[in-house]
């Protein structure tokens, strides 16, 4: 009998640390050579780890969702003999083991030890073999069982195509309906709280964030952009939009008595499309906050809505406090009064800071789109173009139509482009239907 320990090797990507989602085995567990003990997620992607050792699993040195440095032990199996000749040990100085010979059937390669084509053609037909007969009936392997969590796709629900029933990443991103999740998805209430911190070692008194903790794939994906333009790295997106229903709306408003003293515009309307729209997707309500401990994303629970203004001292973002709170017409009298004080060269330093996010208004001065930077310590900024009157194609007919282009910049550290996609399509369907408003 011997104890062996385990350490994190190099899955073959040169990566310096992994983040270990899920055991596949407990102590007590007996376990074979090349047996998968955990799932690992890379800066690329999530991977089966297989035991190096035949024996029974004795310990579990880190737990689920722990960031692992490679060559750190993360499991100590009692071995009822020495590993197969030629096998890798973990133990070995520097973690570098001698390669398996090609033309040996018996010997133990650890993924990103050794290379036999043999063994690698062997591994992944153990890897089919698990997931044809994982657990509750459902034929899915590790990183497409990753994706259905991330999705909240309930896998049995998921029809598979791939062999013996087996359900593909394209079998779950169909299942998640991404197309019409824009249109579809229920809009969640407020939450009571006004920000979470997760995790919180040590949480604010007033639990006024949610921080979310950046690695794996995030972190990669942080560190690979943050370097491409300024300190955020910005990406742009646009969309044309009907807005004729729009027009229509804020004719009718201002035709209402409670509005007689009120500017209404079409501004204000995408003000709370844009609202509307953070609640369906809170990640664009972030920033991204770097600590001692790494970087952490803070999501917002309440909105303060920054206003971009051209003044005669030059440009200022003043935020309206608490924007989600907001009647229609509490919000058009807040955006009058803001862009009255800020022409007036009156705006105080408590209304210019804590923004979350930020409009502006590009079509006032005739523009159609743009790409404009983000306010400091937010993650996104978007704009409106000038509404004009253009030719429009429905149902094969051309018409009229008054037509405005929503386009907008995003931190690509904290929102990827589906997500981007979402929030902009969210905008674009209340001012082509208002009364989304009412929802």
């Given at each position: ?61 880190v ?57 690698k ?6 890897s ?31 029809t ?8 593909t ?82 004719k ?6 409670q ?83 800020a022409?007036?060269?009156?705006t ?54 008054w ?26 369907a ?10």
């Open positions: 009998m011997a104890m062996e320990t385990f350490h994190l090797p190099d899955v073959g990507e040169g990566l310096t640390e992994a983040e270990l989602v899920e055991w596949r085995v407990k102590p007590g567990d007996a376990v074979a050579v090349n047996d998968t003990i955990a799932d690992i997620e890379t800066a690329k992607s999530v991977v089966e780890l297989p035991s190096p050792f035949s024996g029974t699993v004795r310990e579990l040195l737990e689920e969702g722990d960031t692992v440095d490679v060559g750190a032990p993360i499991l100590t199996i009692e071995s009822a003999a020495a590993p197969a000749d030629d096998a890798p040990s973990s133990s070995s100085e520097g973690g570098a083991t001698p390669e398996a010979p090609a033309d040996s059937s018996d010997s133990a390669v650890l993924v990103g030890y050794g290379s036999g084509a043999e063994a053609t062997r591994r992944r037909a153990r089919h073999d698990r997931a044809v007969t994982s657990s509750v009936g459902v034929i899915a392997k590790p990183p497409v069982r990753k994706l259905a969590r991330d999705l909240g796709v309930t896998l049995s629900d998921v598979g195509t791939g062999p013996s029933g087996e359900v990443r394209d079998d779950v991103v169909k299942h998640a309906d991404q197309a019409s999740v824009f249109r579809n998805l229920s809009t969640p209430a407020w939450p009571a709280e006004r920000e979470r911190r997760i995790p919180a070692p040590q949480p604010p008194a007033d639990d006024r964030y949610e921080a979310i903790p950046v690695k794996g794939v995030r972190k990669a994906t942080a560190n690979a952009v943050s370097g491409s333009a300024y300190t955020a790295p910005h990406v742009s997106v646009w969309t044309d939009v009907d807005a004729s229903r729009t027009m229509e709306f804020v009718r408003l201002k035709q209402q008595p509005f007689a003293d009120v500017r209404i515009s079409p501004l204000l309307v995408f003000a709370k499309a844009l609202l509307w729209a953070v609640q369906r997707n809170p990640e664009i309500n972030s920033s991204w906050i770097e600590t001692e401990s790494g970087a952490e994303i803070q999501v917002r629970g309440y909105v303060n809505l920054g206003i971009a203004a051209a003044t005669p001292r030059g440009l200022v973002v003043p935020n309206i406090k608490d924007a989600h709170d907001m009647s229609i017409r509490e919000l058009a009298l807040a955006l009058q009064n803001l862009t009255t004080k022409r007036e060269g009156k105080s330093p408590e209304e210019l800071a804590g923004g979350t996010i930020t409009i502006t208004n590009i079509g006032v001065f005739g523009m159609d789109a743009g790409t404009p930077i983000i306010n400091r310590g937010e993650a996104g900024i978007v704009a409106m173009g000038a509404i004009r009157q253009k030719p429009w194609v429905v149902d094969g007919e051309v018409r009229p139509a037509v405005t282009t929503v386009s907008g910049s995003f931190d690509h550290r904290i929102v990827d482009g589906d997500k981007i996609s979402r929030f902009l399509a969210d905008i674009a209340v001012l082509e239907e208002p009364a989304l408003l009412l929802d």
